[in-house]
Nanobody, 122 residues
Framework: VQLQASGGGSVQPGGSLRLSCEASVGNFFHHTMAWFRQAPGKEREFVASISRSDGRQHYADSVKGRFTISRENAKNTVYLQMDSLKSEDTAVYFC????????????????WGQGTLVTVSS
C-alpha cells in the first residue's frame, strides 16, 4: 500500500489548511484511515481516525472541535480539515491506515505514508 499526502504548508495562527492523502490500495472502503503528527523533538502522536465501515471518527483531545477527518471512498482519499490552527499544531503530519477497524495509536497502524509539514507561525 502506498499513501501520498499533500496539502501541508505555512499558515498564521487562526488559519486553516486541508491535508489530503490518496491511497493506492484495492477495497479502500475496508481500510480504516488516520492522521498522526510529529513535532520536533517529540514522539509521533495520534491526531484523528475514521473507521472503515460506519465512518466513525476519533480525535485527540488537543484537536477536538478544530480538526475534521473525512474520506471519499470513490477517490481512495482521506482528508484532514484543520481550522483555528495554533502554533502547537506545527508538526510533520503522517497519513496511516490498516485493513480493519479502529486506529487510536501508532501500534494499530499497518502502513504509513510520507509526512507533510505544517507550520503555524506569525
Amino acid at each position: 500500500v502506498q499513501l501520498q499526502a499533500s496539502g501541508g504548508g505555512s499558515v498564521q495562527p487562526g488559519g486553516s489548511l486541508r491535508l489530503s492523502c490518496e491511497a493506492s490500495v484495492g477495497n479502500f472502503f475496508h481500510h480504516t484511515m488516520a492522521w498522526f503528527r510529529q513535532a520536533p523533538g517529540k514522539e509521533r502522536e495520534f491526531v484523528a481516525s475514521i473507521s472503515r465501515s460506519d465512518g466513525r471518527q476519533h480525535y485527540a483531545d488537543s484537536v477536538k472541535g478544530r480538526f475534521t477527518i473525512s474520506r471519499e471512498n470513490a477517490k481512495n482519499t482521506v482528508y484532514l480539515q484543520m481550522d483555528s490552527l495554533k502554533s502547537e499544531d506545527t508538526a510533520v503530519y503522517f497519513c496511516a491506515g490498516r485493513y480493519g477497524y479502529r486506529i487510536v495509536r501508532a501500534m494499530d497502524v499497518q502502513y504509513w505514508g510520507q509526512g507533510t509539514l505544517v507550520t503555524v507561525s506569525s
